[in-house]
């Protein structure tokens, strides 16, 4: 069993919901991703999710749009974000998710990413751009180095494909909470909702609900109906504004309890 499908396991026997921080690899820098790392590992954070900044992020909103711009002016990619992985790895449990669009994952080399990511410590994959038609052999090269396929499902997403999709993912499956790009929202439809329970009728995977998640009460009602709440663009936004404070890392990891402890009964 990976970590991933073993932090859920763990999750249900506790009677938890899971909490999954999304965070842009080297904003502000590479040194403070590895420290947020741990601290949100510490956090009581079920997985986290790890952004590879790309130039033309188009399912991300602008806060994250920034943080992207922001780390690649570092000249922040692939190799740099798998050094820091392998480097806290030994310092955390918490299973570690990559989140990306294809074109660096391409351009790094399917079967090299595959090697290097597991070595590092990666746990999975989530391809924003990358459809489960066009899937297999860059999941084929996943699977060969036991690593977790995660793929998004939207309210517009078809019966057909939900199908589809149960039958290639693993780790777990995350439902968009809404048609659009990432950000916040006061508010938080019911599309969400009847999402979960159409994609459970497929599949028996966890899954985990994200898009326009932005405070304990929204992370809360998620955990109603989903196995686990996804927060992204807050905590980016979180970062940005706290990039210059010296106690930026401890600061977010008490941002990060306030949504759990309010919302996630995390295990």
């Keep these: 069993m990976g970590r991933i499908a073993d932090a859920f396991t763990r999750l249900k026997q506790d009677g938890g919901k899971g909490f999954i921080p999304f965070v842009t690899a080297g904003d502000p820098d590479l040194e ?42 570092r000249g922040i990619g692939l190799k740099e974000i798998l050094a820091t992985t392998a480097n806290v790895r030994d310092r955390i449990e918490t299973p570690l998710v990559l989140f990306s669009y294809y074109n660096p994952l391409l351009q790094y080399g399917i079967e090299k990413l595959a090697r290097d990511a597991k070595q590092a410590g990666i746990d999975g994959i989530l391809v924003t751009d990358l459809t489960p038609e066009e899937s297999e052999e860059f999941a084929a090269a996943m699977r060969a180095h036991d690593l977790d396929m995660i793929f998004l499902v939207a309210p517009t997403s078809t019966d057909e494909r939900l199908r589809m999709i149960a039958a290639h993912a693993s780790g777990f499956v995350y439902a968009v909470s809404r048609t659009g790009v990432t950000g916040t929202r006061e508010n938080l439809s019911n599309e969400a909702e009847l999402l979960v329970k159409r994609v459970r009728e497929v599949s028996s995977l966890p899954v985990a609900v994200g898009f326009g998640i932005s405070s304990a009460a929204q992370v809360a009602e998620t955990l109603r109906y989903a196995d686990a709440a996804v927060v992204g663009s807050a905590i980016v936004a979180q970062i940005e504004k706290l990039s210059a404070t010296p106690g930026v890392v401890k600061e977010i990891g008490k941002y990060v309890r306030s949504l759990i402890a309010n919302g996630a009964k995390t295990a």
């Excluded at 079920?46 to 992207?68: C, K, T």
């Design 32 to 73: 403070t991703t590895a420290e947020l790392l741990v601290e949100l590992a510490d956090a009581g954070a079920s997985v986290i999710e790890l952004g590879v900044p790309f130039s033309d992020p188009m399912a991300d909103g602008p806060v994250i749009q920034r943080s992207s711009e922001r780390a690649l002016k």
